[in-house]
């Protein structure tokens, strides 16, 4: 079983924004959906 972090490095800080489990080649896109929601919410602080 392996894992997968999805990440983004800002001038200021390193977001972690999701860990999951990696049980196929591609990103789930439910993964994604959460993924580019919080990314939003966390532009608007």
Do not use: G, H
Request: charged share 35%; hydrophobic share 40%.
């Amino acid at each position: 079983m392996s894992k997968a972090i999805i990440y983004r490095i800002d001038e200021d800080a390193i977001i972690i924004i999701e860990v999951f489990k990696k049980t196929t080649n591609k990103t789930p896109k439910k993964v994604i959906e959460i993924c580019q929601k919080r990314l939003k919410q966390y532009d608007l602080i």
